[in-house]
């Protein structure tokens, strides 16, 4: 039963800022957020705004990733007012980016 094996990514936190930098044009301080499965981030602008970036692990299906998008991007346009988490496009217009780690 792979699913209850956890094997989250462990990129470093300049390689993250990198890379939310050059494909989401985020920049900001960095905190490592608790996940069993998936590497998260919590990226706070000088701003305020706060976001969370998740880096899931190579094992994952890609299609639990998708759905997860879709869902929140149905709630944003269904009810814009619930306090849940919104998608931020890439700077080319992508919901999401694969990368694979070194």
Same mark, same amino acid.
């Given at each position: 039963?792979?699913?209850?094996?956890?094997n989250?990514?462990?990129?470093?936190l300049?390689?993250?800022?990198?890379?939310?930098? %050059?494909?989401?044009? +985020? !920049?900001?301080?960095?905190?490592?957020?608790?996940?069993?499965?998936?590497?998260?981030? *919590?990226? /706070?602008?000088?701003?305020g705004?706060?976001?969370v970036?998740?880096?899931?692990?190579?094992?994952?299906?890609?299609?639990?990733? %998708?759905?997860?998008? +879709? !869902?929140?991007?149905?709630?944003?346009q269904?009810?814009?007012?619930?306090?849940?988490? *919104?998608? /931020?496009?890439t700077?080319?217009?992508?919901?999401s980016?694969?990368?694979?780690?070194a």
């Amino acid at each position: 039963m792979k699913f209850l094996r956890a094997n989250a990514p462990r990129l470093p936190l300049d390689q993250i800022a990198a890379f939310a930098a %050059e494909h989401f044009g +985020l !920049t900001g301080e960095l905190t490592p957020l608790y996940s069993e499965r998936d590497q998260n981030v *919590r990226l /706070r602008e000088k701003n305020g705004s706060a976001w969370v970036l998740k880096t899931a692990s190579a094992e994952e299906d890609p299609g639990i990733i %998708e759905c997860q998008i +879709l !869902t929140m991007q149905h709630i944003a346009q269904t009810d814009p007012g619930l306090p849940v988490p *919104r998608v /931020r496009l890439t700077v080319d217009g992508a919901a999401s980016r694969h990368i694979m780690a070194a």
